[in-house]
């Protein structure tokens, strides 16, 4: 397709961030928001961006195709690794147990106490800001349900492709695969439209929930990420790249700027 073309999945989170470490893959990488694929699994792949790295993971039986930067049908990627059971999925809740664990038995006890409860006051802050910029916009608003294991899938009524993933409380924009549709009964993405699908139209655009200078653009089931010019970007309401002295930021409107009131 000739563009990074990057899943929703990639986003955000779904594509969860797993707790910070170094990864094999992204050693000699110095361009921020790299996305390289994984050497131990042909779906999963790996965001490149320093301290802020994190591993990534296709969904319905895609393979990360490293040169359209996609998760993409098996049969158009070319991955010669073999499937290993050793290898768990990063939706796997012994893997986020243990990777967990790895990480947190290096830090001192005290000090990640006080962490985790200065992260837990953040947390709840955001998540309160963010989820009421969400009904502004007619998003609806998730269960407060924490942990990998309690992510939930919800539909978006807007858009047969596009759906929501309910991760500790905050609805993150999501899209299925290329020719798949969202099914509200199984909450999963499958081949063929559901009967309840009323809409006709995908998204087109959206904007990063994380980062300004950044917006989401949809084509045909795919969530294009796009980058604003230098100087510039996204603003929110009028859904187009401003120069920064104009910006209105989602992430800024609805996280920074309300700590200050």
């Given amino acids: 397709m000739g563009l990074l073309v990057i899943l929703c999945v990639l986003i955000i989170l779904v594509n969860h961030p797993i707790w910070c470490r170094e990864y094999e893959e992204c050693r000699g990488i110095t361009e921020p928001d790299t996305v390289v694929a994984s050497k131990k699994s042909c779906a999963k792949y790996i965001f490149c961006d320093g301290e802020n790295s994190y591993e990534g993971e296709c969904l319905a039986g895609n393979y990360f195709n490293e040169l359209e930067g996609n998760c993409d049908d098996p049969e158009n990627v070319k991955c010669d690794?073999?499937?290993?059971?050793?290898?768990?999925?990063?939706?796997?809740?012994?893997?986020?147990?243990?990777?967990?664990?790895?990480?947190?038995?290096?830090?001192?006890?005290?000090?990640?106490?006080?962490?985790?409860?200065?992260?837990?006051?953040?947390?709840?802050?955001?998540?309160?800001?963010?989820?009421?910029?969400?009904?502004?916009?007619?998003?609806?608003?998730?269960?407060?349900?924490?942990?990998?294991?309690?992510?939930?899938?919800?539909?978006?009524?807007?858009?047969?492709?596009?759906?929501?993933?309910?991760?500790?409380?905050?609805?993150?924009?999501?899209?299925?695969?290329?020719?798949?549709?969202f099914n509200e009964e199984s909450s999963k993405c499958e081949p063929q439209m559901p009967e309840s699908c009323k809409s006709r139209f995908s998204v087109r655009l959206n904007c990063h929930p994380y980062r300004c200078e950044y917006y989401f653009y949809c084509l045909n089931g795919f969530l294009m990420i796009m980058r604003c010019p230098y100087d510039f970007t996204w603003h929110y309401e009028r859904g187009t790249c401003v120069h920064k002295s104009k910006s209105k930021c989602y992430f800024e409107k609805s996280v920074i700027y309300n700590r200050d009131n």
Wanted: net charge negative; proline share 5%; aromatic share 6%.
């Fill in 81 to 181: 690794i073999e499937p290993n059971d050793d290898v768990k999925s990063i939706y796997d809740e012994d893997f986020n147990l243990k990777e967990h664990e790895s990480e947190t038995t290096a830090e001192n006890g005290d000090d990640n106490e006080n962490i985790t409860e200065i992260d837990e006051l953040d947390s709840e802050e955001i998540k309160e800001n963010i989820n009421s910029e969400m009904q502004q916009q007619n998003i609806p608003k998730c269960p407060q349900l924490n942990g990998f294991h309690n992510i939930k899938h919800i539909a978006n009524h807007e858009s047969c492709v596009a759906f929501y993933t309910c991760y500790n409380g905050i609805a993150i924009p999501m899209l299925c695969p290329g020719k798949m549709y």
